[in-house]
């Protein structure tokens, strides 16, 4: 099994807030007291990142989510090399390519082609390779026309094109990229965004800062949660984000264990997420692996049915298959949304949907009821395929997410291969071919549960 590309071990980085006036008079004297955040009470330093651990294996990409001061940036610069830790260890395998600061290591007085080969030669790329990728970096960046001029006339959107086509053409084994798409152009970020789906495919590992929780839970495999420092989760893209817009939804649950080890108390009476499977969050042991959320909206029963009502988990091609859950909210609801995802046995996502996008619009809820996702015809392949079923708020808050812990089967007598099987027709012109006879699809209405 090849390194992780990252590894971060019970990393703190500490920053010193102010200094007492006379504290130290000269650096020797400071010096030769020893460290120089040893002598300042704690009212006198700022603890940016706080004993946090993970690794980011290669060809991952990976997210760092948290409000602002969470200490996300900060553990991008330590990444890169910029700062040290105060304390602990980070590792990086491979060259890196850092995109950080929006036009950092630009001088402002140069030309826009002396910037590159600078920037190119401090991220460790010869003359001569900068001068065989400079073309490609230029006409990424869309700045044929600009590339002469003085980087101080660029706007910030010319100064983000040209920082990140340069550090995306160094060909780094780790990519690191902090919250800077967000100033571009929609064209252009939509282009950044294919330029790192290729950088996924080729294997390369990158490490984002972003806000935007839809980018990183489409984007990446894994996802790191900071706040005030300290790492809250990391694991599977969903269950992060779940997570966190739980916290920001006003305290539905309390994340941080008190220093014994104990979860702390709950707020509203509301349950935290457990862990997903792997995972070794704060709080995690005793939950059930697949299952978070308030509660406020419970799915307390789902089964899987045929058309004629009968319970069954495995299908022939064709057939159709109900999912029906049996919800309850303890008190009066009215924003509520109610979901559905298909995905295959190693988790790629077949299809997924809930009543808000299909402009289903949510009245009131209170007591028990009944909710049915009814598939005409299963057109998929053979193969078994795993259920997600979930409750939330229309913003995505969950009330009750169950993931992964349904599951159906579907056989079929044609051997084809992927997901989904579309109707079709062959039709020949010219070439001699005798077409199929007729025969009866597989009949698994007796089969039951698998």
Same mark, same amino acid.
């Not at 303890?330 to 949907?353: E, N, Q």
């Given at each position: 099994?090849?390194?992780?590309?990252?590894v971060?071990?019970?990393?703190?980085?500490v920053?010193?807030?102010?200094?007492h006036?006379?504290?130290?008079?000269?650096l020797k004297s400071?010096?030769?007291?020893g460290s120089l955040?040893?002598?300042?009470?704690?009212?006198?330093?700022?603890?940016?990142?706080?004993? =946090?651990?993970?690794e980011?294996?290669?060809?991952?990409?990976?997210?760092? !989510? @948290? %409000?602002n001061?969470?200490?996300?940036? #900060?553990?991008l610069?330590?990444t890169?090399?910029?700062?040290r830790?105060?304390?602990?260890?980070?590792d990086?395998h491979?060259?890196?390519?850092?995109?950080?600061e929006?036009?950092?290591?630009?001088h402002?007085?140069?030309s826009?082609?002396?910037?590159?080969m600078?920037?190119g030669?401090?991220?460790?790329?010869?003359?001569?390779?900068i001068?065989?990728r400079?073309?490609?970096?230029?006409?990424?960046?869309?700045?044929?026309a600009?590339?002469?001029?003085?980087?101080?006339?660029?706007?910030s959107g010319?100064?983000?094109r040209?920082?990140?086509?340069?550090?995306i053409?160094?060909?780094?084994?780790?990519?690191?990229?902090?919250?800077?798409?967000? =100033?571009?152009?929609?064209?252009?970020?939509?282009?950044?965004?294919?330029? !790192? @789906? %290729?950088f996924r495919?080729?294997?390369? #590992?990158?490490?984002?800062?972003?806000?935007?929780?839809?980018?990183?839970?489409?984007?990446?495999?894994e996802?790191a949660w900071?706040?005030k420092?300290?790492?809250?989760?990391?694991g599977?893209?969903k269950?992060v984000v779940?997570a966190y817009?739980?916290?920001?939804?006003g305290?539905e649950?309390?994340?941080?264990?008190?220093?014994?080890?104990?979860?702390?108390?709950?707020e509203?009476g509301?349950t935290a997420?457990e862990?997903a499977?792997?995972e070794?969050?704060?709080?995690?042991s005793?939950y059930?692996?697949?299952?978070?959320?308030?509660?406020?909206?419970?799915?307390?029963?789902?089964?899987?049915?045929?058309a004629?009502?009968?319970?069954?988990? =495995?299908y022939?091609?064709?057939?159709?298959?109900?999912?029906?859950?049996?919800v309850?909210?303890?008190a009066?609801?009215?924003?509520f949304?109610?979901?559905?995802?298909?995905f295959?046995?190693?988790?790629?996502?077949?299809y997924g949907?809930?009543?808000?996008?299909?402009d289903?619009?949510?009245?009131?809820f209170?007591?028990?009821?009944?909710?049915r996702?009814e598939?005409?015809?299963l057109d998929l392949?053979?193969g078994?395929?795993?259920?997600?079923?979930a409750?939330?708020?229309?913003?995505?808050?969950?009330y009750d997410?169950?993931?992964?812990?349904?599951?159906?089967?579907?056989k079929?007598?044609?051997?084809?291969?992927?997901?989904?099987?579309?109707?079709?027709?062959?039709?020949?012109?010219?070439v001699?071919i005798?077409?199929?006879?007729?025969?009866?699809?597989?009949?698994l209405?007796?089969e039951?549960?698998?």
């Amino acid at each position: 099994m090849s390194a992780p590309a990252v590894v971060a071990t019970d990393v703190t980085k500490v920053y010193r807030r102010f200094v007492h006036k006379n504290q130290w008079k000269t650096l020797k004297s400071a010096l030769l007291k020893g460290s120089l955040l040893s002598d300042l009470r704690p009212d006198e330093t700022f603890t940016a990142l706080d004993s =946090v651990s993970f690794e980011v294996p290669q060809g991952c990409t990976f997210a760092v !989510i @948290g %409000e602002n001061g969470s200490g996300k940036s #900060t553990l991008l610069k330590l990444t890169a090399g910029i700062t040290r830790p105060t304390r602990g260890t980070l590792d990086v395998h491979g060259r890196i390519s850092a995109l950080i600061e929006l036009g950092a290591g630009f001088h402002p007085e140069i030309s826009g082609r002396e910037n590159v080969m600078i920037n190119g030669i401090m991220l460790g790329l010869t003359r001569e390779e900068i001068t065989r990728r400079f073309d490609e970096i230029v006409d990424f960046a869309e700045m044929s026309a600009f590339i002469d001029a003085p980087v101080k006339t660029y706007s910030s959107g010319m100064y983000m094109r040209l920082g990140f086509a340069v550090a995306i053409h160094v060909d780094p084994d780790v990519l690191l990229v902090d919250e800077v798409l967000a =100033v571009g152009d929609e064209s252009f970020t939509r282009k950044c965004l294919d330029k !790192i @789906g %290729e950088f996924r495919r080729r294997g390369r #590992t990158i490490v984002l800062v972003t806000h935007s929780l839809g980018l990183a839970e489409k984007m990446c495999d894994e996802i790191a949660w900071l706040r005030k420092g300290k790492l809250m989760q990391k694991g599977d893209a969903k269950r992060v984000v779940d997570a966190y817009l739980t916290y920001v939804a006003g305290g539905e649950e309390a994340l941080l264990a008190h220093e014994h080890g104990a979860p702390a108390a709950l707020e509203s009476g509301a349950t935290a997420p457990e862990a997903a499977p792997g995972e070794s969050g704060p709080g995690s042991s005793g939950y059930h692996e697949g299952r978070w959320g308030s509660r406020d909206v419970e799915i307390v029963e789902v089964s899987l049915r045929d058309a004629r009502g009968q319970s069954r988990h =495995v299908y022939a091609h064709g057939e159709a298959l109900h999912v029906v859950l049996k919800v309850r909210a303890a008190a009066p609801v009215s924003d509520f949304v109610f979901g559905i995802g298909l995905f295959t046995a190693d988790g790629v996502s077949v299809y997924g949907t809930n009543t808000h996008v299909e402009d289903h619009v949510c009245q009131s809820f209170a007591g028990d009821g009944e909710v049915r996702f009814e598939i005409d015809a299963l057109d998929l392949v053979e193969g078994t395929y795993l259920v997600d079923v979930a409750s939330h708020r229309r913003d995505g808050t969950p009330y009750d997410y169950h993931r992964g812990l349904y599951s159906f089967r579907v056989k079929s007598r044609t051997k084809d291969v992927g997901v989904w099987r579309p109707r079709h027709a062959w039709r020949f012109t010219g070439v001699d071919i005798t077409p199929p006879q007729p025969r009866p699809e597989l009949d698994l209405g007796d089969e039951g549960d698998a």
